[in-house]
């Protein structure tokens, strides 16, 4: 299976700024998610990260909070904008080649807002 | 997608056999029955995905009811890094949905 890199790890960042998470993956894939994990929850999808078109996003997500690029078929980022302590989350990155071939996930960007 | 039902938590004696219910009865033709594990703070694991006939990888043994009403993961010799949450879900050409899994306790 593809093998994906998130970057940062992990950070800690201050109430009302902006952070984005890099997802790069060891080969071309087809699709690209962006998932959401808050303390003690399950996982939560954001978005589909779509090549060269806008993302589509999940009900209560939206473009101007979460946005996402996706420049190639290796590549995405998610920005969580204007952090407030409620986007303390774990978030991930997802992939998969068509149909019905599983996902696979990154280990995640564990942020904190202080 | 089909809403799928777990139990909430497990335990397993450590090198037993680990089944994990899944109920599905609002399962579609096309949809496939995926397990994955969440082991803490990792990102989710793949291990098992199948249709209607029954599954097997190095990892578990899917068996899925004729019906598809209903499947279960089988881990054949249960360790303590099996420990992990548990989810199945249902799927069909769209991204997974996960719900809130089974915690599964191997205990030595």
């Known amino acids: 299976s593809a093998v994906i890199s998130q970057k940062p790890s992990r950070d800690i960042c201050q109430r009302g700024t902006s952070l984005t998470i890099q997802c790069q993956v060891d080969?071309?894939?087809?699709?690209m998610f962006w998932y959401r994990q808050q303390p003690g929850q399950s996982l939560t999808l954001i978005a589909t990260a779509n090549q060269g078109s806008e993302a589509t996003y999940e009900s209560g997500f939206v473009i101007d909070k979460f946005p996402i690029s996706r420049p190639n078929l290796t590549f995405s980022t998610l920005t969580v904008s204007n952090m407030s302590p409620e986007d303390s989350s774990i978030y991930l990155c997802?992939?998969?080649?068509?149909?019905?071939?599983?996902?696979?996930f990154g280990d995640g960007t564990r942020l904190s807002i202080l | 997608d089909a809403k799928t039902t777990q139990p909430p938590s497990m335990d397993c004696a450590e090198g037993r056999a680990a089944n994990l219910p899944c109920n599905h009865s609002?399962?579609?033709?096309?949809?496939?029955v995926y397990w994955y594990r969440q082991i803490h703070s990792q990102g989710p694991q793949y291990i098992i995905h199948g249709l209607k006939n029954n599954e097997t990888n190095e990892m578990a043994s899917l068996i899925i009811t004729e019906d598809r009403k209903s499947s279960t993961l089988i881990l054949p010799h249960a360790t303590l890094r099996d420990t992990a949450v548990y989810y199945c879900?249902?799927?069909?050409?769209?991204?997974?949905?996960f719900g809130k899994g089974t915690r599964l306790s191997v205990i030595a």
């Open positions: 609002t399962i579609s033709g096309n949809e496939y």
């Open positions: 997802s992939v998969a080649g068509t149909g019905v071939q599983p996902q696979h």
């Open positions: 879900i249902v799927r069909g050409n769209t991204p997974l949905v």
């Open positions: 080969s071309q894939v087809t699709m």
